[in-house]
């Protein structure tokens, strides 16, 4: 017998069989929620600079170009959100279908304070003239409000009839909205008529 025993091998250990992939399942393991957070994350500024600010102005020219063409054009997507919904659309229409005396005011006023300049340099013997010409324009401005409430008293009525009460009120306050387009020129206005004089919506 030897005096020196083979130092004994320490057993192989036994190969540890890996689960199976459940069936119907991803085959892989899920990541992690840090991972995925890192990997969604962007920079909040961007490497160049100059080529976003081009590509932002960009977008803004565009939009305003749509918004502008859409101010003409009647375009219900690209309008500013004071302009958007059926209702506004049908008091648009409804004042644009109508004479205005309000529309007239401007070019009226216009007109009075030409020929009030004008009497006051040639004939200076008649001072009266510019205290009626200032009577004129302050009686037509009244009888122009006079006529836009009347508008706005038909036209409420018309769209709590067609809209409800309720949806009309969500609009806001719709006065001071058909006020500013009754006191337009036709021509000036924005967004622009789309329907002609008489041709009332139903």
């Given amino acids: 017998m030897s005096l020196f025993k083979k130092r004994s091998q320490p057993p192989e250990p036994e190969p540890v069989a890996e689960p199976a992939a459940k069936p119907g399942g991803k085959g892989r393991p899920t990541p992690r929620r840090k991972d995925q957070q890192a990997k969604n994350l962007h920079p909040v500024v961007p490497k160049d600079r100059q080529a976003a600010k081009r590509e932002a102005r960009a977008a803004r020219d565009e939009a305003w170009k749509r918004q502008s063409q859409a101010m003409v054009t009647g375009e219900e997507k690209y309008l500013p959100a004071r302009e958007k919904g059926p209702v506004k659309r049908y008091i648009r229409d409804f004042v644009d279908a109508r ?51 009347w508008c706005w008293t038909r ?18 306050t719709i006065f001071f909205y058909i006020m500013s387009r009754c006191f337009m020129l036709r021509r000036w206005r924005r967004p622009a008529a789309l329907v002609k004089r008489g041709q009332y919506p139903s």
């Fill in 99 to 149: 004479f205005n005396l309000g529309e007239f005011f401007m070019p009226l006023v216009f007109v009075l304070l030409i020929l009030s300049f004008g009497f006051s340099r040639i004939l200076p013997q008649y001072p009266l003239v510019s205290f009626y010409t200032v009577l004129a324009m302050n009686g037509y401005l009244l009888l122009a409000i006079a006529d836009a409430v």
């Fill in 155 to 172: 036209l409420r009525r018309r769209l709590n009839g067609k809209f409800g009460v309720e949806r009309v009120k969500n609009e806001g």
